[in-house]
């Protein structure tokens, strides 16, 4: 699938450009939130859908701030945070779960977290 592959492209680059797309990572947002709006409402696109949570992953690692500032000015933080977790389980290789590890502790690391997510945590977390 031709979108994968362009996922891993952007995730390559937001791993491995620190610092150097903080102008396109709006863009870069809200073409994954709009593709999990879209996945979500089809079946047969789990893949798909796991590598574009993962792509959310790593806009948090590169930069949290800016990434949840991004996500709480298009108000879908709620949306990708409940996407995420739903689907938590389902990452078995060892990069795909790296880049959740590194993608929630750059959120952790957070101080304070944005309001929605500290008061929506407990519950997304079960």
């Not at 790593?58 to 990708?80: D, R, W």
């Not at 409940?82 to 938590?88: E, G, K």
């Amino acid at each position: 699938m031709d979108g994968v592959a362009i996922i891993n492209l952007i995730i390559a680059v937001l791993e491995n450009m620190q610092g150097k797309v903080d102008g396109d990572l709006k863009d870069i947002i809200n073409i994954v939130v709009q593709e999990i709006q879209w996945v979500s409402q089809k079946k047969g696109y789990a893949h798909y859908k796991s590598m574009l949570l993962q792509c959310m992953a790593m806009c948090f690692t590169y930069n949290s701030a800016l990434a949840f500032e991004i996500l709480e000015g298009y108000q879908q933080t709620l949306f990708v945070f409940q996407n995420w977790f739903v689907l938590m389980n389902s990452f078995k290789n060892d990069f795909e779960l790296r880049r959740n590890i590194f993608g929630l502790s750059s959120i952790l690391k957070q101080n304070p977290l944005p309001d929605l997510v500290a008061q929506k945590l407990p519950d997304m977390l079960n």
